[in-house]
């Protein structure tokens, strides 16, 4: 039988009820799996009544957001036009972040790494068999040392990194635009981009799209990403700088030293990202080819818990949903500031969804 208080509980009105919000100790990924799932539910539903009322037929919306995104060819060279750096850029967030070095500055070590693979190809370095190999790794070097700077500020003076890597953004992006409309322009049509990347100094081409590749690419740094965070020594000491520094300080971790690893890593991450985009997609540096992926990769970073195989799915969801909206802009006129609404909006629930997967409400009567 119940007891008599429990019962009154019961029979007691919501209204007159007394609740705490409680931190969760755990929860399962079924779970966990659930209320993510919901999340983006209610996001597409809440995009769905917004773009009816702006006069997008209802039936049209799976054609649009699935089929046409997915499996029409050309649109899914798209998006993984768009996912392989995403993968990049947020797994390079992600490193820092499991560091809690908030690297802010993904953008400005994307541009140094374009202008390394770049230099590379403008002073002809190396031999045409080894090119590409020298330009992503000169890439990869350059993003290393942009990301350096605001990680020995951080460690030798106290200097706050969002601020320090924030402002190298740009400084990078007006270094960028120098190079582009100085000595860097191309002299065949004098536009603001340099010379055409040669084909051995391009992605190879899977299928007649440079796309696959890069896609691959990403995949395998996203394995070995996963590796060093779950694997190895190293993400094991990552997991105790995250959890409490000063607690994994005391028992002999090297704090300072995984910060400044995790941080390199994440520079030379973003770099990679950047060589992808001008060796993939332009074929040559451009002045605004690294516009959004600082954003999309720290918000793949956020959405994924800096779980590396969990960004690269997240990043190839954000992917389709950019190439989803620019679909709609084109065929259906809609226009840019709602596509970034629509995206925004899905962004938040999925990010609220965090909330319910870490607390819960209990009642205290």
């Not at 919501?14 to 779970?31: H, I, P």
Request: aromatic share 10%.
């Amino acid at each position: 039988m119940p007891s008599s208080s429990a019962a009154t509980a019961r029979r007691q009105p919501l209204a007159g009820r007394r609740f705490a919000l409680e931190v969760r100790q755990q929860m399962a990924w079924s779970r966990q799996a659930l209320i993510l799932a919901m999340s983006l539910a209610i996001g597409m539903g809440i995009s769905a009544a917004i773009l009816v009322a702006a006069g997008v037929p209802a039936n049209e919306l799976l054609n649009e957001f699935v089929l046409q995104t997915l499996f029409d060819l050309q649109s899914l060279q798209a998006v993984l036009f768009q996912a392989a750096p995403m993968i990049l850029v947020g797994l390079g967030a992600a490193m820092a972040f499991r560091a809690r070095f908030w690297n802010l500055g993904l953008e400005g070590q994307m541009i140094w790494g374009a202008i390394g693979a770049t230099a590379i190809s403008l002073f002809d370095i190396g031999p045409p068999a080894l090119r590409l190999p020298l330009m992503l790794a000169t890439a990869m070097a350059l993003g290393l040392l942009w990301a350096l700077a605001p990680a020995l500020l951080k460690l030798r003076l106290g200097v706050n990194e969002i601020i320090s890597s924030l402002m190298l953004n740009y400084i990078a992006g007006n270094f960028l635009l120098h190079l582009v409309y100085g000595g860097w322009k191309d002299p065949k049509d004098s536009f603001p981009y340099s010379p055409q990347f040669r084909a051995f100094e391009r992605l190879p081409e899977w299928f007649g799209s440079t796309g696959p590749t890069a896609i691959a690419l990403a995949l395998v740094v996203a394995l070995l990403a996963w590796w060093f965070v779950g694997v190895s020594r190293a993400g094991l000491y990552l997991r105790f700088v995250n959890a409490n520094p000063r607690m994994a300080h005391a028992v002999g971790v090297p704090v300072h030293r995984m910060i400044l690893s995790a941080v390199l890593l994440s520079g030379a991450l973003s770099g990679l990202a950047g060589f992808v985009v001008v060796a993939g997609q332009e074929g040559r540096l451009t002045q605004g080819f690294y516009a959004g992926y600082g954003f999309s990769g720290i918000l793949i970073a956020f959405l994924a818990r800096n779980n590396p195989l969990a960004a690269t799915v997240v990043a190839l969801l954000v992917a389709a949903l950019f190439v989803a909206g620019r679909n709609l802009q084109v065929f259906y006129q809609i226009p840019f500031s709602m596509v970034q609404l629509i995206q925004a909006i899905v962004v938040i629930c999925v990010a609220c969804s965090d909330f319910f997967i870490r607390h819960r409400i209990r009642s205290l009567q």
